[in-house]
């Protein structure tokens, strides 16, 4: 099954200066349990395919689906739905909660949902990407990058979605953390979670099963 | 619930910030609860010393002259009427002599309009008097004591309890004899006003009218004056004070409002990319809304209960300074104010909060998370 389908997906930006054709008729396919990378050079359109993946914005033209649902004419509510249901995302930042401890940041999306025994939920997911428990009461601040980017995983699979996004998850580590991390990130799917990673990092394209490169909005 | 949570430890980042925001509220609600007890307070100082009655109609005779005893049956056929002699002449209490005003009643009527204190009321026919409470303070006069009025020296039978200043007759200030020794003593006839009391409030302007359509038939004879309206008319005045007050207070409290403002639309910016995040992994629009609502709210609820308190404190004190007496602090319609201090308060943080989460939960998600 795909977990993620595009067909023939366009995204214009207008601006100003004129209009810019960041995705220009991608089709893409990504089945259940791929570990896929995205590369390209800046401005290649990586980020927009992300995105629209990701459900964090709406394609000009195509169809895409996402779990087998076709998601090119929801609105916000619905797609929000979706990223809390179906999709983790992990970012180049971490991103954490700075006012939730690491625990709290991990229960968050399960709050979301309403999910019971969170609690428990969060605490075997700390553990899982390789956390000490005595750092779950930590605050992100109190927590070295590549422990945050951890827990950002963690947060990721806490309502067992169809797809981890990864944008550029090693952009802030160091080689060995990012080694450790990306090491965590296969574990995860050979778990049986698809994973798609964006990066330039040929390093971290290496880990990845299949890779599409994008130059001008193109796959090539 | 998770947003209220947030709301607590998103406050809690910036302490001296929120704390000046609160600052701001406690500073316009206790504005607002102060004047507002001050307003009340002076209104109810002011009916307290008032007589006011709006179930009376006073008739006064048109042009100066008295009603005739003819007028006067007229009128009382329309309506149980007290009528009334008056006079202001000089009294002699105890080697003390004054101008006081003189009222000569019906000796059954007395007790329709007025109380007494000590003593008795007049019987029929007495050539007794009743003293108003303000000349038997001023002369500590006590039961039992003549008066010396022209020829006459009634004893004091009775003295009056504390009506307040009238628009029909100011006992306090008075002697009130019977109309026959009024008659005997001034050779009067007619009467110069006359109080007709209306059973039910809502008959008053039917039998205002009644009275008019009688005497006022061919020429105009009677002045006939509305108890209710003049009540009426002094209540909205003080209405008037109290909410002007009350806007004086509100001033300050818009002040803190665009303060609140202010500091959300900091913290929004601010948090522009947390938002996005948020946004990101599944918190929707209104959970982003609640979030800074919950802000606002928590500002405006501290703000508001402090700014209640102390404003009860300097209403207090200001009572005290002012009016000399604390105890309409404690009214029913003073406590009131506590309350609308408290919810203007609140309002106006929620308020003022709504734009700033409004606009954060309107951001778009992939905008939010770009922003640096």
Redesign the interface.
């Known amino acids: 099954m795909n977990v993620v389908e595009l067909v023939e997906v366009t995204k214009v930006y207008n601006l100003p200066r004129g209009s810019i054709r960041a995705l220009d008729n991608v089709s893409v396919s990504i089945e259940a349990g791929d570990f896929v990378s995205i590369m390209g050079p800046s401005g290649s359109g990586k980020t927009t395919l992300l995105n629209i993946i990701g459900c964090l914005d709406v394609p000009t033209s195509g169809r895409v689906a996402i779990g087998g649902k076709d998601i090119s004419d929801l609105g916000d509510d619905d797609l929000t739905k979706i990223r809390r249901d179906k999709i983790g995302f992990v970012f180049q930042q971490f991103n954490l909660i700075p006012t939730l401890t690491a625990l709290e940041n991990i229960a968050y999306p399960m709050i979301l949902r309403g999910v019971n025994g969170h609690e428990e939920r969060s605490k075997e997911l700390l553990r899982s990407v390789g956390i000490d428990e005595k750092l779950g009461e930590n605050k992100p601040n109190e927590l070295s990058g590549g422990e945050q980017q951890r827990v950002a995983i963690a947060r990721a699979l806490a309502n067992e979605p169809d797809i981890i996004l990864a944008d550029e998850p090693t952009g802030n580590l160091d080689s060995k953390t990012s080694k450790a991390l990306m090491v965590l990130l296969k574990e995860t799917n050979e778990r049986g979670k698809t994973i798609i990673v964006v990066t330039h990092d040929p390093v971290v394209a290496g880990f990845t099963m299949k890779t599409f490169t994008l130059v001008d909005g193109r796959i090539v | 619930m998770?947003f209220f949570e947030?709301a607590k430890?998103?406050l809690g980042?910036h302490k001296f910030r929120s704390v000046l925001a609160v600052i701001g509220i406690i500073i316009g609600v206790l504005a607002v609860t102060a004047l507002g007890i001050l307003g009340n307070s002076v209104r109810l100082a002011a009916s307290d010393q008032l007589y006011l009655f709006g179930n009376e109609l006073v008739v006064f005779p048109y042009g100066g002259d008295t009603i005739s005893e003819d007028h006067f049956e007229q009128i009382d056929k329309v309506a149980d009427a007290i009528p009334v002699k008056s006079s202001v002449d000089k009294v002699i209490f105890n080697d003390d002599s004054t101008l006081v005003a003189v009222y000569g009643m019906r000796t059954e009527d007395i007790p329709k309009l007025l109380e007494k204190d000590k003593g008795q009321f007049l019987k029929h026919g007495s050539l007794d008097c009743l003293v108003g409470s303000r000349i038997a303070d001023d002369y500590e006069l006590r039961v039992g004591e003549r008066a010396t009025l022209r020829t006459q020296k009634p004893r004091i039978v009775g003295i009056l309890k504390e009506r307040g200043v009238g628009f029909d007759i100011n006992p306090d200030n008075a002697i009130i004899v019977s109309d026959k020794l009024f008659s005997a003593l001034y050779n009067s006839s007619g009467y110069n006003l006359v109080i007709v009391k209306v059973a039910k409030i809502e008959d008053v302007e039917e039998t205002r009218k009644k009275i008019e359509d009688r005497l006022n038939k061919k020429e105009q004879v009677v002045v006939v004056m509305e108890m209710k309206m003049i009540v009426e008319g002094i209540k909205n005045l003080f209405n008037m004070i109290s909410l002007f007050l009350m806007g004086i207070g509100s001033i300050s409290l818009v002040v803190a409002g665009v303060s609140i403002l202010n500091v959300m639309m900091m913290s929004t910016v601010e948090r522009t990319?947390?938002i996005g995040?948020?946004?990101?992994?599944?918190?929707?629009?209104k959970?982003i809304l609640h979030m800074f609502l919950f802000e606002s709210l928590i500002l405006g609820v501290i703000g508001g209960v402090i700014g209640a308190i102390l404003g009860f404190g300097v209403g207090y004190l200001v009572d005290v300074l002012i009016l000399n007496e604390a105890s309409y602090l404690f009214a029913p319609s003073s406590i009131l104010y506590l309350f609308l201090g408290t919810a203007f308060g609140i309002g106006t943080s929620v308020i003022s909060g709504l734009y700033p989460a409004w606009r954060a939960s309107k951001l778009k998600?992939?905008e939010a998370?770009r922003y640096e």
């Open positions: 998770i947030f430890r998103n980042r990319k947390e995040v948020m946004r990101a992994i599944g918190t929707s629009q959970g998600p992939i998370l």
